[in-house]
Every structure is written in structure tokens, then in C-alpha cells.
């Protein structure tokens, strides 16, 4: 954290402690009535941390900012809330009206939404009911994924919830970026990158005009959406199913279309996705899709035939509660404001419900003679050599292969030729090595 951001958070830090103490002061001084404290000027002219160009950015009025830094606060200081209301208390004691929780690990107080409506309302019921819409679906803060209450028990006042301050405002408030998240189980997705080029990718004509196609949307949607004004007739984000055989350049035209158009570019592992519990599943694509969204990121579900596969007619509770996973997800995946790429090795495999919405269904068929051969001139290191007995022409016509199972030739026959001490590729490498792949999956071998 930089000097300045480090000074400007104290700054704000010292004015919400003041505020704090003078509220519990009222409170006390008045008996149980409460003078109105005014709010302290929280965004003063010529500030331009992350914080206050939020602030202003969303034109927050002087409640909401003051919510963003009383969940902030415990971020920065842990003993912040211990510490005010220890000073400002006139005896000893414990102070319900004020709110407040212990976290599991974290030793402070942390503020809940009692603790809101105290510090900005008192026991005005009218003022109470209007600081409560802070937290309402409607607002930013949640459509934003900014700030919200945790679930409370049933039955208990949902203001007694923690607020909760996401993550990714947090490191953007204090550091001035938001960190990429980890993979976990509360996040089952891996950025994906490579260091292969566009020219690295060798697909049919037809395929490859259809992915530029792609780049174009995603380089331009922004502005077709808001500045064009298309937003009131299209819905958000766009939809693209890859379908084709394993290892026909799937994966890595996502990864390339993520590396060109800059955008973050996360695998979702559908295997910790999926939950054999009724509910968990559809939990987990929630926390998902809130984490990506408003980041521009690509999601790219891989073998999405696992989840987006075609809906059953309903025997029994199971095909009851997988038919509304898959609904659910319908409805998320229409929502999502940035590009999602569903890759399956057969289009057949996904519902029709899916189909319907997506933009481009893009084939990847096996690549032809012509494509294998240049497969072939690309999969080898620059620094070898090929023995006078090695065509390329005559490998790319003879044997059907995908791109990657010749990258798994090429590498079998390196390896054989690096354990020979020699620098040369023969055919009978090549050979032993499609021969490999040919058996692999139970291919008729000639």
C-alpha cells in the first residue's frame, strides 16, 4: 500500500471513529434517545484513492459510503470497533443496540446490519426502514456483488447478518487492483494461458473465419451494447458452443482468444461444480457466476455435456432436481455479461434449450490433409532435424490424426530419439508414435 492510499484510509478511518463515538455519546447523553450526528464529509475534494473515485463514480450518497467503511474498517484495523466503542462507553458493559460479531477466526468485532442502522438511523423507524434499502437486491451493492448481510437462521432479524465486503473491493480499495481469485472450492476455475500464437492454430477455413468473428465481439461488444445503444434490444454477454472431435484446437482457441483480446480466460472444473446434493449444485454455479461477473472474463466450460447436457422426462426426485440444475444454469449462463464458450465433443450431446441461445455454434471438425500437414511442420522444436526417410506430406496424408494426438507423436518420438543420444527424428519414431495413438482409443492400426 502506497503512502498516500495508506494516509487518505487513515484519514477516513479517524473520521468514522469520530462519528461512532459521537453517536454512542448521544445515545447515552440523551438516555436512550438520539440526537441527530451529522455524517462527516467522506469524499473530500482532490482525494482520488480507488475508494473515493468509487464514491464519486457511482455517485454513492453519504450513507452508502459511510456503509462501504464501517465493513471496511475491520480490513484495516482489527481492533477498530474493540477499541471506539471501549472509549466511548460510559461504564463497562455489553452494548446490544450497537450490534456487532465475532468472526470464527477473526477476534474483533466485525459490524453487522444492526450495526448500520443504529449508527445512521437510531431508533428513527422510518429512517431505519430507508437505510435497509441499502441492502436490498435492488441496489448496487448487490447487483454489484460490493456488499451484503450473511444468511441469518430463519426466524432471526435479517439484520443481524455481518455485512460482508467482497473481496475483490477490498484488495481494490486497499491495493488499488483487484487480485485474481484461486482456485478453490468456493472458486472451481483455472486462468488458462498459453505462449502459442494465432499462427500456432491450424483449423478449417470456415472454423477460423467463424472464431474472428468471435474476437470481433468481444473486442467491440462493449460499445455495440452502451454506446450503440443495443443494450435495450439484445440480451447480455454472448453465448458459443465448440463442438468436434478431442483434440481439434478447442481449448486452445479459447486460450488465444482470452491472450488477444486481453480478458482473463477461466476453465471451470465441472467436477467440483457438480454436487450429488440437492441444491449444492446449483449454489455453486451462483457463487460462480457472481465472482465473474462485471470482469469481463471468458468462461470456458470444458466437456460442458456433463452439465449442459439434454433435460429427462421426470421418473423420479433425481431426474426432478437435474432438470432444475440445468434450468438454473440456463438462466445464469443468459445473464452473464461477458462471453461464455461451451467446448463437447458432439453437439447432439447439449440440450436444445441451450442451443437455441447461443450466437455462434462453431465446428471443429478433424482437420484434413492439408491442415495435418501443417500440424505436422508446427509440432516440431525449431532445433531438430528430420531424417531424409520423414515426409510430412505423406504423414499428413496417410494417417487421420487431431492436432493434439501429432503433438503426442512428436513428443514420443523426441524423447525416443533424445534416450538414443541423437538429434535426428527417423520414421520408425514417427511410426511407433502413431501407432501409440492409433491404439489408444481402439483404432483399426494399418
Not at 187 to 196: I, S, V, Y
Not at 231 to 252: D, V
Not at 291 to 316: H, M, P, S
Not at 394 to 420: M, P
Request: aromatic share 10%; proline share 4%.
Amino acid at each position: 500500500m502506497s503512502d498516500r492510499l495508506a494516509a487518505s484510509l487513515q484519514g477516513d478511518l479517524h473520521r468514522v471513529g469520530e462519528f461512532i463515538a459521537a453517536r454512542i455519546h448521544s445515545f447515552f447523553k440523551q438516555k436512550g434517545t438520539f440526537d441527530q450526528v451529522a455524517l462527516p464529509e467522506l469524499c473530500p475534494q482532490g482525494e482520488a484513492t480507488p475508494l473515493h473515485r468509487f464514491f464519486r463514480q457511482h455517485e454513492l450518497s453519504p450513507e452508502a459510503q459511510m456503509l462501504l467503511l464501517l465493513a471496511l474498517a475491520p480490513h484495516l484495523q482489527p481492533d477498530f470497533y474493540d477499541r471506539i466503542i471501549a472509549g466511548a462507553l460510559p461504564e463497562p458493559g455489553d452494548f446490544p443496540q450497537l450490534g456487532g460479531a465475532r468472526g470464527r477466526n477473526f477476534r474483533g468485532i466485525l459490524p453487522t446490519g444492526e450495526t448500520a442502522l443504529f449508527l445512521l438511523a437510531g431508533e428513527d423507524l422510518q429512517r431505519r426502514l430507508q437505510v435497509q434499502l441499502l441492502f436490498s437486491e435492488d441496489h448496487l451493492f448487490a447487483r454489484g456483488r460490493v456488499l451484503w448481510l450473511e444468511e441469518v437462521p430463519e426466524g432471526e432479524p435479517r439484520t443481524s447478518g455481518r455485512m460482508i465486503l467482497g473481496q475483490d473491493f477490498v484488495d481494490l480499495f486497499t491495493t488499488g487492483h483487484v487480485s485474481r481469485p484461486r482456485f478453490s472450492l468456493n472458486f472451481p476455475a483455472q486462468l488458462m494461458r498459453t505462449e502459442l500464437e494465432w499462427t500456432d492454430l491450424v483449423l478449417h477455413a470456415d472454423t477460423l473465419h467463424q472464431i474472428r468473428e468471435l474476437e470481433v465481439w468481444v473486442k467491440h461488444g462493449e460499445v455495440l451494447m452502451n454506446r450503440w445503444g443495443m443494450r435495450r434490444k439484445l440480451k447480455p454477454g454472448y453465448r458459443a458452443l465448440f463442438y468436434g472431435p478431442a483434440g481439434t484446437g478447442k481449448t486452445l482457441t479459447a486460450s488465444l482468444l482470452g491472450k488477444y483480446t486481453g480478458k482473463d480466460l477461466y476453465r471451470i472444473d465441472l467436477s467440483m461444480l457438480i454436487s450429488k446434493f440437492i441444491g449444492e449444485t446449483e449454489k455453486n454455479l451462483s457463487n460462480l457466476f457472481a465472482k465473474a461477473e462485471n470482469k469481463n472474463w471468458i468462461l470456458f466450460f470444458d466437456e460442458a455435456d456433463a452439465l449442459f447436457g439434454k433435460r429427462t422426462n421426470v421418473r423420479d426426485a433425481h431426474d426432478k432436481f437435474a432438470n432444475q440444475e440445468v434450468s438454473y444454469l440456463l438462466q445464469r449462463v443468459e445473464e452473464y455479461n461477458g462471453l461464455v464458450i461451451l467446448a463437447s465433443n458432439f453437439k447432439s450431446n447439449i440440450d436444445e434449450a441451450f442451443s437455441r441461445r447461443f450466437q455462434s455454434i462453431i465446428n471443429f471438425p478433424m482437420p484434413g490433409s492439408e491442415e495435418r500437414h501443417r500440424l505436422w511442420q508446427n509440432a516440431f522444436p525449431a532445433n531438430v532435424r528430420l531424417a531424409p526417410d520423414v515426409s510430412l506430406t505423406t504423414l499428413g496424408e496417410k494417417y487421420e490424426l487431431t492436432g493434439a494426438e501429432i503433438v503426442n507423436v512428436v513428443q514420443y518420438a523426441c524423447l525416443r530419439a533424445l534416450d538414443a543420444k541423437r538429434e535426428q527424428i527417423h520414421y520408425h519414431d514417427l511410426y511407433a508414435g502413431i501407432k501409440r495413438e492409433f491404439l489408444k482409443d481402439g483404432r483399426i492400426w494399418r
